[in-house]
């Protein structure tokens, strides 16, 4: 990897206490991601791999460790710097679309700008924009329950793109899609990827989905093994031998 790390964690550990036990989740993790790359973490249930993804987005906190999202060290925030750091940087696309279903389309994307000082014809110059990266402008005024499973997902993208995010994290985005639709968004997500910069990073138990990444990662025990992908900069300290 030639060009600076847009993600970097560097001995990452992160552990639970249940009662008097302490569970080690994960485990003297380093994971570095390109700008523009697209990464998919696989691994059995259990692995790490969602845990891995909440620390990249500043959902929880390392045990120990350090990590930078575009230079900026997240693990140091309070926890309202961070939520105001995942605004205007970090997009979430989950396997549930968490759309509402009594607005139209054009209005579940708008939503995350109403928070914004955006004034409303920038706002919706920005939804129109987002509904037209994921072919849905046709499709502004019906709302969720008139869309298929597949437009419904690209919708989910189109409100996670519009307020223009860095880094998008994807946990299982195409879990309850069939294999047509799956390819679809996954299509999707190489296009955010390769046109317009986006750094992706989704979780996923699906092969054939992880074959659309640039790059797979494998977590075992909450630890990176079997890193694949040309010029990789990542390494497994401490992996399992």
Not at 198 to 206: G, R
């Amino acid at each position: 990897m030639t060009e600076p790390a847009f993600v970097r964690v560097q001995a990452v550990y992160k552990h639970y206490q249940r009662g008097s036990d302490k569970v080690d989740v994960l485990r003297n993790i380093d994971f570095a991601v390109a700008p523009g790359e697209f990464v998919a973490l696989m691994g059995p249930s259990g692995s790490g791999k969602t845990t891995l993804l909440n620390l990249l987005g500043g959902l929880d906190r390392p045990s120990a460790g350090r990590i930078e999202v575009g230079a900026v060290e997240i693990d140091r925030m309070s926890t309202g710097q961070l939520a105001k750091w995942r605004a205007g940087h970090v997009g979430f696309v989950f396997q549930s679309y968490n759309l509402l279903d009594g607005m139209s389309a054009r209005r579940n994307v708008e939503l995350p700008l109403l928070l914004t000082h955006l004034s409303h014809k920038r706002r919706l110059e920005q939804v129109s924009v987002a509904l037209r990266l994921v072919g849905l402008e046709h499709r502004a005024k019906h709302k969720p329950k008139e869309l298929s499973g597949g437009e419904q997902q690209r919708l989910a993208i189109a409100r996670v793109i519009v307020a223009d995010p860095a880094l998008l994290l994807c946990d299982e985005p195409t879990g309850d899609l069939d294999r047509e639709t799956a390819d679809q968004v996954l299509g999707l997500l190489q296009t955010l990827s390769r046109q317009h910069g986006k750094t992706i990073v989704m979780v996923t138990h699906d092969p054939l989905a992880a074959r659309c990444a640039g790059r797979i990662v494998r977590l075992d025990k909450g630890r990176i093994v079997d890193p694949e992908g040309p010029d990789v900069t990542i390494s497994a300290v401490g992996s399992a031998r």
